[in-house]
């Protein structure tokens, strides 16, 4: 297939595809007596392998460790566990702050009466730092 239809197959832009080639990703195709890429089912399927890694906030370093490892299918797979763990970890913490985030501007938001700005009590919690320091936002 060439990229257009890679493209279309996978949900993927083509710069996107000739990115993950460039950078060793995706492996370089074959190519066509008029010189055009051809893709097989392989490059498809590593695609996609690339594209839900990136949906779920893999690094680029991260998908590169897993498709070595998924190269070589008689590997033990202690090291996909601890890259998906650490991931997780991440994510995890990401949520907390997150939260944290929420909730000092619920806090905020809920200050608001209207009015005029020099009376603003968003302005006026936005200027107070003492909250957002001791939460650590």
Known sequence: MKIGELSRAT???IETIRYYERIGLL??????AGN?????????ARLRF???SRELGFTIEEIRSLLD???DPARDCGEADRIATRHLNQVEAKIAQLTLLR???KRIV???RGGVAADCRVIEAL????HCESAHI
């Not at 055009?36 to 498809?44: L, M, V």
């Not at 200027?127 to 003492?130: I, M, V, Y």
């Open 11 to 13: 949900g993927t832009n």
């Open 27 to 32: 492996p370089a195709p074959a190519r066509t």
């Open 36 to 44: 055009y890429r051809s893709y097989g089912d392989a490059h498809r």
């Open 50 to 52: 690339v594209r839900h």
């Open 69 to 71: 490892l998924s190269d």
């Open 103 to 105: 909730d000092e501007l």
């Open 110 to 112: 809920g200050r608001c």
């Open 127 to 130: 200027g107070d730092h003492r």
